[in-house]
């Protein structure tokens, strides 16, 4: 095998261990975020509601002990006003609520049951940043495996990374 076979057979390799991995990890982004995306959809209305409730619960999974969370909410929409048990749970967001805790929620004006939590932002956005992290370095990793098949083609020096 010539020696130009060989390099771009490293390269490729290189190339599919990093687009593995920065899928994996956008994997996890989109893990966070596309939940609440989805829900945040359809409740458009911001509310203020004050925390009637908080229910816990303990699970332990793969020897794992975690607790969720689940606030139950007090509000008025239109006139009219509404408990709701938030059925949403996450280390980043519940966690901190307390009881008579005044926190903001968006209502869906066509079912006011339907409610998303202010603080779920947090979720969306740190999935979005591991997101676009993961995008832009896969974007920096195909540049880079593109200009080694150029150079290796031209026969010019290689990128060495």
Same mark, same amino acid.
């Given at each position: ?14 190339? !599919? =261990?990093? !687009?593995? *991995?920065? &899928? ?8 966070? =975020? &596309? %939940? ?12 203020? =509601? ?20 689940? %606030? ?13 048990? *938030?059925?949403? @749970?996450? @280390?980043? @967001?519940?966690?901190? !609520?307390?009881?008579?805790? *005044? ?5 869906? %004006?066509?079912? %006011?049951?339907?409610? @998303?939590?202010? &603080? =779920?932002?947090?979720? #969306? ?5 591991? $997101?676009?992290?993961?995008?832009? $370095?896969?974007? &920096?990793?195909?540049? $880079?495996?593109? $200009?080694? #098949? ?9 990128? *060495?990374?």
């Amino acid at each position: 095998m010539d020696d130009k076979k060989i390099i771009f057979k490293k390269r490729f390799g290189t190339f !599919l =261990a990093f !687009l593995f *991995v920065w &899928l994996f990890f956008g994997g996890i982004g989109l893990f966070f =975020a &596309l %939940p609440h995306i989805f829900e945040r959809n359809n409740c458009t209305e911001k509310v203020t =509601a004050v925390v009637v409730k908080v229910d816990t619960d303990y699970r332990y999974n793969n020897g794992e002990h975690h607790t969720y969370h689940y %606030p139950t909410v007090k509000y008025e929409y239109n006139g009219v006003t509404y408990t709701t048990k *938030v059925n949403y @749970s996450s @280390s980043l @967001s519940t966690n901190s !609520l307390r009881v008579d805790d *005044v926190i903001n929620i968006y209502v869906n %004006p066509k079912n %006011p049951n339907e409610i @998303s939590l202010e &603080l =779920a932002n947090k979720d #969306i956005t740190v999935g979005l940043i591991i $997101l676009y992290i993961c995008i832009g $370095l896969e974007l &920096l990793n195909l540049l $880079l495996f593109i $200009l080694d #098949i150029r150079n290796i083609s031209l026969g010019k020096d290689l990128i *060495v990374y």
